[in-house]
């Protein structure tokens, strides 16, 4: 279904410059988007592009317009100016969603293949997948969507408005082991994992349950594919990971959080709220202050990080001049 951009600006706002009769027909990148096309603007790196693109229209802020303007090319490009360009952009993609919906009015919200236990709930407008597995006793909240294959264990808690990607394991075991003389014994995980509202959570991840209180994931968290949440783990709200992060039992982090793609956390530990932890760092302790933290092991403040990273750079350097000076009396 295509759109004018009249009707766009009509629903999600911003200040139109061009026609409101113009068709869109589909949201594309700068680079790649033809004249019934939408695009958006938000990175400056990528503002050349505005000079090429072939896009019909395109959203960004009204600086990013008035320099557009000032280099006189695509004279006929319309503009939707917007504070906040890729905020409209995802708006504008919820919203070509509602027109163009993945599923039919017509399919049925429970697939067929879907194994639903008698006593678990699946609340009002709720859609479980093919292949879904939903345990004794588990609840699913009001228009939470499982897609294919996921599978929820006894006992657990998803909220409203959640999407869960293929492949999600919510509530498997804890991993708990007592050591008794070379072997292992099992420590069985009498806790749950409680979900609230609006979460999302990548393919492949998996959530554990927790050894005796709960896992508990905060309303708003968005986790991507192949994350690792260990037993009795809490996240706070609105905080967000990428792929591969691995959490340790028992450690807790707190609201409006990112966590760049490969890194990890030892057990035990809490994270206060508003830390943002870069690509593959190792947190091996508490972090008590908001900021910016990363670098590999071990992990600092990122700017003390980049500093010492810095000088790591020149030791060779450093070794031979020292080397130098004292004669060359040290190896």
Avoid at 237 to 246: E, L, N, S, Y
Avoid at 247 to 276: K, L, W
């Amino acid at each position: 279904m295509s759109l004018t951009l009249g009707q766009i600006v009509e629903k999600l706002g911003g200040e139109l410059i061009g026609s409101k009769e113009q068709i869109v027909n589909a949201i594309a990148p700068l680079n790649s988007a033809v004249e019934d096309e939408i695009s958006f603007l938000s990175n400056p790196l990528y503002a050349q592009e505005l000079d090429s693109t072939k896009a019909g229209c395109v959203i960004l802020t009204k600086e990013q317009f008035e320099l557009s303007r000032s280099s006189g090319e695509n004279p006929n490009l319309a503009f939707i100016l917007s504070d906040k360009p890729y905020l409209y952009f995802a708006y504008l993609t919820q919203l070509w969603r509602t027109l163009n919906p993945i599923h039919s009015s017509v399919e049925s919200p429970i697939h067929p293949t879907a194994v639903i236990d008698p006593t678990a709930v699946v609340q009002s407008g709720a859609r479980v997948g093919p292949y879904c597995v939903v345990g004794a006793g588990a609840v699913i909240g009001e228009r939470t969507w499982l897609k294919s294959t996921v599978n929820v264990a006894h006992g657990c808690k998803i909220g409203s408005d959640c999407i869960l990607h293929p492949g999600v394991v919510i509530g498997a075991d804890g991993f708990g082991f007592a050591p008794n003389q070379g072997t292992w014994v099992k420590i069985e995980q009498l806790g749950s994992v409680v979900i609230g509202n609006h979460v999302e959570i990548g393919a492949n991840t998996c959530i554990d349950r927790g050894a005796l209180g709960d896992t508990v994931i905060g309303d708003g968290v968005k986790l991507d594919n192949f994350i690792q949440i260990a037993h009795n783990v809490r996240i706070g709200p609105h905080t967000a990971m990428a792929a591969f992060v691995g959490v340790s039992g028992s450690t807790v982090i707190g609201a409006h959080c990112t966590v760049a793609g490969g890194a990890g956390f030892v057990g035990h530990i809490e994270i206060a709220d508003r830390v943002n932890i870069g690509a593959k760092a190792v947190i091996t302790r508490s972090i008590t202050q908001a900021g910016n933290y990363g670098g590999y092991y071990p992990f600092d403040s990122d700017s003390a990080w980049k500093k010492n990273a810095a000088i790591l750079r020149q030791l060779s350097t450093l070794r031979d001049k020292i080397k130098s000076l004292m004669g060359g009396s040290i190896k």
